[in-house]
């Protein structure tokens, strides 16, 4: 073998490990943008304690869609009654309810057992 020709083989297998090399990161690439292109936001779910006679801290992020677990910690029933009534979830002591969200905004509710118990719930459009 002459110098030349070591040199010329090893520039042609630098250029093929170039070639894999962009082509993997393209290919890639591609996968991770088709990722995130076909990716619809699912709804989310979001936990509200109520427990020592008031609801907890509320969610943040909450969404048109998702859903709204209500906890009640208590030994007596609660609700959380929306002023608009867009919702009204009945809550034995101990169990937990559920509901959909399914208007923007900001949403006061209470719970129609207990005039303290007041709260506000936030959600975005989609």
Request: charged share 15%; net charge positive; hydrophobic share 40%.
């Amino acid at each position: 073998m002459t110098p030349g020709s070591l040199s010329g083989s090893f520039d042609v297998r630098l250029g093929r490990m170039r070639r894999a090399t962009l082509l993997g990161g393209a290919v890639l690439g591609l996968a991770l943008s088709a990722g995130s292109a076909m990716s619809t936001d699912a709804p989310g779910e979001h936990v509200v304690t109520m427990g020592n006679m008031s609801f907890g801290k509320m969610p943040t992020g909450v969404k048109v869609g998702d859903a709204i677990v209500w906890v009640n910690r208590d030994t007596v029933p609660h609700t959380a009654t929306a002023r608009d009534k867009s919702f009204d979830v009945r809550v034995l002591a101990g169990q937990t309810g559920r509901m959909r969200v399914k208007k923007a905004g900001t949403i006061p509710f209470y719970c129609i057992y207990h005039a303290a118990m007041r709260g506000s719930l936030t959600v975005a459009a989609q």
